[in-house]
């Protein structure tokens, strides 16, 4: 039987014959030999795929016969591939016309990429025997540029934060040291104030305590008078030990051989030098202070009233003042007062007023300028609430009095003024001292006396700055030996409290 060949002169095998499917695959590895003949090493094929990340795919293919890359499945579908660049171009078109630019390429991290092809060439070169376990691959220890820089700028970190942890150790070190030596300095300071054996001297310093003055100022004028030996000390000693905010003002005659202890025991009990306390009540007119100045040997009484009349005190509130007999009534703030040696008149005087300063602070100026009234006017009816009224809940009361009265354009007829006219502190009054006239008979002439006719305290002054809003026109004692008024809206309840008074009297 004949031999049946195909065109080609090639053997013919029916579909049934048990070699046909050799014959098919070897034609096929004929067709892939004849299409790569033109070459023996692996072609490697970079093929775009829109839309997906990372470099383009590297395609191996084996030629056989030949040396190279061991043989793989075929990857590369050109079909598809075709299909998918046909749709990146038109996708790109449209991007074109619409004015999108957008770039859809992205990149694999270069340290994934360069780990890809040394763990490639590797798993080659073991294959066909050009990779070494016991000496390795010559080319791995010659890393991709974008690792070394990775590792080197870690290893930069690493130190960086090494050098601050250190940092932060010597700073918590020398913080440490420095407060142990504080702290110990502070308890040796303690336990020799503590501990220190009594050595009086006889030698005494006067020192001031001026009012108000805290731990830090008294610690200063105790260091300057050269009785304690650390301020710093002084001032945590006195915190620890409970003294803080517990001195007490005045003048005190310390020995020089006190400790620090019994410094602080003597500004807290506030046995100050007697002789040198000028103690002022509320209420006191500028005749009576300067006879209480003489009686201390600083000046006479007539001296202290003429310096008060002429001298210059640089004061505020002393501007426009009137003239009149007694220039700085009701001005010369009611306190006790501590004084030292060599201290003049004028010095007193300024004491006083520095004390009034000080209580006129900014909101009672605001509240003084919002009243309609000047501040004359207002030291003027405390002046008055001073000398009528004793209890503190009934200062506002009387105010209001005054300043109702003064509304209905009635006379204050308040006899306290009219004996400060007659040059008198107290007493009685006759129809002939009602009747004389003098610039401060309130009985008399309405509206407010010439002046002041004594120096107020706070609570005064702050009754006449607040007054309280009510329709009192009158007010009487409720009876003989009492200090509380009746209040009157009319004349007949002042004329019924009035004689509930007179009757107590008879009793």
């Known amino acids: 039987m004949e031999e049946r060949k195909d065109r080609d002169g090639s053997r013919y095998l029916p579909e049934g014959n048990s070699n046909y499917r050799f014959s098919q695959q070897e034609e096929k590895r004929r067709e892939m030999e004849d299409q790569l003949s033109h070459t023996r090493y692996p072609v490697r094929e970079r093929t775009y795929v829109p839309g997906k990340g990372g470099y383009p795919v590297r395609e191996d293919t084996y030629i056989p016969g030949k040396s190279g890359y061991p043989a793989r499945e075929e990857t590369a579908y050109p079909r598809r591939r075709r299909i998918e660049n046909a ?15 957008r770039r859809y390429e992205t990149r694999v991290p270069r340290r994934a990429q360069a780990e890809s092809e040394i763990k490639m060439e590797r798993s080659a070169q073991q294959e066909f025997g050009g990779w070494n376990e016991e000496k390795g691959n010559p080319q791995r220890s010659q890393r991709h540029p974008s690792t ?29 040291l420095i407060i142990g030596i504080l702290c110990f300095r502070l308890g040796e300071s303690l336990m020799g104030s503590s501990t ?35 301020k710093l000390s002084f001032r945590i000693s006195s915190r620890l030990n409970g003294y803080d905010g517990t001195f007490k003002q005045g003048t005190y005659e310390i020995d020089t051989g006190l400790t620090q202890t019994q410094i602080m025991d003597l500004l807290q009990s506030g046995e100050v030098a007697t002789d040198n306390k000028l103690t002022i009540p509320e209420g006191y007119n500028t005749r009576q202070i300067a006879a209480k100045v003489e009686e201390l040997g600083i000046c006479t009484a007539a001296e202290f ?4 009349n002429t001298g210059v005190f640089e004061y505020d509130f002393l501007n426009d003042l009137p003239d009149r007999e007694y220039r700085l009534e009701g001005y010369l703030f009611p306190d006790t007062y501590f004084l030292t040696e060599n201290m003049t008149a004028h010095d007193v005087i300024d004491m006083m007023l520095k004390r009034f300063d000080q209580m006129y602070t900014t909101e009672y100026q605001n509240a003084v300028a919002s009243s309609g009234h000047t501040l004359d006017e207002i030291v003027i009816i ?19 009095v005054i300043y109702n009265r003064l509304e209905e ?23 002939e001292d009602l009747e004389k006239d003098t ?9 407010l006396p010439e002046g002041p006719i004594a120096n107020p305290g706070e609570a005064s002054f702050r009754a006449a700055v607040y007054p309280d809003t009510t329709n009192y026109l009158y007010y009487v004692l409720e009876a003989e030996g009492q200090s509380n008024h009746v209040f009157c809206e009319t004349y007949e309840q002042f004329l019924a409290a009035k004689e509930t008074y007179q009757a107590s009297l008879s009793q």
């Open 87 to 101: 749709d990146a171009e038109k996708k790109q078109t449209e991007r074109q016309d619409t004015g999108e630019e």
């Open 148 to 176: 070394r820089g990775t590792q080197k700028n870690s290893a930069e970190r690493k130190r960086k934060r090494r050098n601050q942890k250190l940092f932060r150790l010597i700073l918590v070190l020398i913080a440490a």
């Open 196 to 230: 220190e054996e009594v050595t009086l001297t006889g030698e005494t310093v006067m020192v001031t305590i001026p009012e108000g003055a805290g731990t830090s100022e008294i610690a200063d004028i105790l260091k300057e008078n050269k009785l304690i030996g650390s």
């Open 305 to 308: 009233i003429e310096e008060a």
């Open 382 to 400: 405390a002046s008055m609430v001073e000398k009528e009224i004793t209890l503190d809940d009934e200062r506002s009361k009387a105010a209001s």
């Open 409 to 431: 354009d009635m006379s204050l007829g308040i006899d306290a003024t009219v004996l400060y006219g007659l040059g008198r502190d107290s007493g009685s009054l006759t129809q």
């Open 439 to 447: 610039p401060y008979n309130t009985r008399l002439n309405k509206g």
